[in-house]
């Protein structure tokens, strides 16, 4: 175990926590201001948030792990996708900030059951962001786990490592709330991009150059720089759907789309349409470009194995203390996300459950003292996930969270854009979705189906066609909201 390495990750993990402090000293005692930082957040600040927000352990590794078996053809499939995303950021971030402003909203559930004037549709929305996400923040405590196994040799389980990077994480989000999470989340921005940076730099230069390297990956294993990609994955069915998955279910994660309720102003807004898109591609093509390289220095990885290769191979070409800063940068990526996470669960659960139906009388101090014990409640429930969890990052977020939250959509984009839908049909089109998925996922339903794309087509296709059914068959009486 090397010593510089563990202390520079200690100093990093100290620092964060004394931007939490700072954040803290500037905070307010208010659920408004722990939840959502006040609707303070500037253009800067906003951007780097949200991109460090969204660039989770999967980034670091899950992103490799992927690529070591499909190949450079994964990273068409995320740059474009979730470059492509940043439009319905901003088709969808400006009626939402909008309508947060304008009533105060705090959750997305709150958005969704004032527009359509349903607590049954606001409990519904709800259920579906805690069911699917609580997975995604497991997927953060695996990254810590894996990291800190790589950081101390062994020494340091798996077990410890998942419980260590949960317990950092809840003592900044409880300390700071959202100021914190932003603030922290401009530090840990700015690392992931400069270790992602240094990690290509190090494993090109380790084999021979990054011409060298891409040359012996064609030769060696020309199927990792096709377009199918390795095991043939990638066909053209499977391309397009992921491109639709980014679009439909990154601003349905629950910690962008409380995002938009912090930023101060529009102009915050559009400033991260227009970086998101270039940002996203620099910083997935390091992982992919590792991962993919990682078949020439560690061929024939199986199971969760390829989780850890961009590790593994920073630690094959570079001293011990480098890879303590790389895996600093891989905690700047999960902690990013994970904060964020916690504190919009915690807040959905404290505003929509427990105000609205425990304590309608609950003042702004007791929301904020709810909220803090439901983030400990929570990461706990998450790190019981995490330690239980057998498959691959890459499976765990594909197989459940994305498509359970991509329903969620059609419902956001009818809220904002067409009076004519009412609750009925909101309703009518999760529940449909979220049978179809389920259906597909325990294989009730045939995969024949999906005729050869992801579920998440004929899921979105069924729950739009029920959305649009349903409210024009039904009464427009709760169709428009404020």
């Not at 498959?391 to 939250?405: A, D, S």
Request: glycine share 8%.
């Amino acid at each position: 175990m090397d010593l510089i390495a563990v202390s520079f990750f200690v100093v990093y993990l100290g620092v964060m926590l004394a931007v939490a402090f700072y954040a803290y000293r500037r905070s307010k005692k208010t659920s408004d201001d722990y939840f959502v930082a006040s609707r303070s957040i500037g253009p800067v600040v906003l951007f780097l948030s949200m991109a460090a927000t969204n660039f989770s352990a999967f980034t670091f590794f899950g992103f490799a792990g992927a690529a070591y078996k499909f190949g450079l053809a994964y990273y068409g499939i995320m740059a474009f996708g979730t470059g492509l995303m940043a439009i319905s950021f901003f088709l969808l971030g400006r009626g939402i900030w909008r309508l947060g402003k304008k009533h105060g909203h705090i959750t997305p559930p709150e958005l969704i059951g004032h527009r359509f004037n349903s607590d049954s549709l606001r409990m519904i929305f709800l259920a579906v962001m805690v069911v699917f996400t609580l997975p995604y923040i497991a997927t953060q405590a695996i990254g810590g786990g894996i990291a800190l196994t790589q950081l101390t040799d062994g020494e340091v389980s798996y077990e410890l490592g998942a419980v260590l990077v949960t317990v950092v994480v809840v003592a900044y989000v409880t300390i700071g709330g959202m100021r914190a999470d932003a603030y922290t989340d401009v530090l840990q921005g700015i690392m992931m991009l400069v270790t992602l940076l240094a990690a290509v730099g190090i494993v090109s230069a380790g084999l021979g150059g990054f011409t060298e390297a891409n040359t012996r990956l064609a030769e060696e294993f020309p199927e990792l720089v096709s377009r199918p990609g390795g095991h043939d994955f990638f066909t053209p069915e499977i391309w397009l759907s992921y491109m639709l998955l980014w679009l439909f279910c990154d601003p349905m994660f629950p910690q962008l789309f409380v995002r938009f309720y912090s930023a101060r102003d529009e102009r915050s807004i559009k400033l991260s349409m227009v970086l998101y898109a270039p940002i996203t591609a620099v910083i997935f093509l390091c992982p992919v470009l590792i991962g993919a390289w990682g078949n020439l220095e560690f061929p024939g990885l199986t199971g969760t194995q390829p989780d850890q290769i961009l590790p593994m191979m920073v630690s094959e070409f570079a001293p011990g203390w480098i890879l303590g800063i790389m895996l600093a940068g891989a905690f700047a990526a999960l902690m990013s996300t994970a904060d964020s996470q916690l504190l919009v669960l915690s807040s959905m659960l404290t505003r929509d459950v427990y105000k609205r139906w425990v304590k309608r009388d609950a003042s702004q101090t007791h929301e904020f003292i709810v909220g803090k014990v439901l983030v400990v409640a929570l990461a706990l429930m998450s790190l019981a996930i995490a330690l239980s969890s057998v498959e691959t990052l890459f499976e765990t977020l594909t197989k459940t969270t994305f498509t359970g939250l991509a329903v969620l959509f059609p419902t956001t984009v009818a809220a904002l854009y067409w009076n004519r839908a009412n609750k009925w049909g909101c309703m009518a089109s999760i529940v449909a979705g979220e049978a179809v998925y389920v259906g597909l996922y325990f294989k009730v339903l045939p995969a024949s189906l999906t005729c050869g794309f992801l579920p998440v087509v004929p899921v979105m296709i069924v729950a739009t066609a029920t959305l649009v059914a349903v409210s024009v068959l039904t009464s427009p009486r709760h169709a428009a909201g404020g």
